[in-house]
């Protein structure tokens, strides 16, 4: 039972590109839905996160777009650089329930 | 401050035997979580605690056993170790009411042939 969808699962893209990771879920009840970022050899990181109650939210070159009637949300990184090539995983939660994670989408930016 | 710090970071272990890895964090954090990343298949939780002495089971818990006894520290046992334990194991940590912001350790990466 997977309860957060991602996709692609790899995607290559152009340096300067705006590579988008899907998400969507089908639990109501989620209301905090955070990206991490993982480079290889490490433990994944927290990123950006948003809640129900905004469509978008910014910090830098990362944005995310929540679409609440839809049950989806996605991340846009703009400019993106070979540095931003990494795994990231969409995931949900509700209160302090454990996070629900989706399956990872390998990015790989090129010069 | 060393965050959430995981021992061993690599191990081979042979079909039926048994071992633990250690999970230590000094933020002290209520929540400590393990979860196994298998190639493609995401970040998969295998039990959980939000306090010394409580335990839960998340999605994958058999073969597995977790105790926590104090707020620092989670160990995560395996029982007669199987191939399809071949995995990538994180331990992961936070507050109360962080609303899902965890600190992940750089995990153990353990093969069992």
């Known amino acids: 039972q997977q309860q957060v969808k991602q996709s692609p699962q790899s995607l290559i893209v152009q340096k300067g590109g705006i590579p988008i990771i899907n998400c969507a879920y089908e639990n109501t009840a989620f209301d905090y839905f955070p990206w991490y970022q993982q480079f290889p050899g490490k433990g994944p990181a927290l990123l950006i996160a948003i809640r129900p109650d905004v469509s978008e939210k910014k910090e830098g070159r990362f944005t995310i777009s929540f679409n609440k009637s839809a049950k989806q949300f996605s991340l846009h990184i703009m400019d993106s650089q070979p540095g931003d090539s990494a795994t990231y995983f969409c995931a949900a939660t509700s209160g302090n329930t454990p996070l629900v994670f989706g399956k990872g989408t390998r990015l790989s930016v090129i010069a | 401050n060393a965050g959430v710090t995981q021992t061993p970071k690599f191990r081979i272990l042979k079909i039926g035997q048994s071992m633990t890895l250690q999970c230590a964090q000094d933020?002290?954090?209520?929540?400590m979580y393990w979860y196994r990343q298998d190639p493609g298949m995401g970040l998969k939780l295998i039990y959980y605690s939000v306090g010394a002495g409580i335990t839960d089971k998340g999605e994958v818990p058999n073969g597995y056993n977790v105790s926590r006894s104090t707020t620092e520290d989670f160990p995560l046992r395996l029982e007669l170790a199987a191939p399809s334990q071949t995995s990538v194991y994180f331990c992961?940590?936070?507050?109360?009411?962080?609303?899902?912001?965890?600190?992940f350790g750089e995990g153990s990466r353990l093969t069992v042939l």
């Open positions: 992961a940590s936070n507050r109360q009411g962080a609303d899902g912001e965890l600190f």
């Open positions: 933020m002290n954090h209520n929540y």
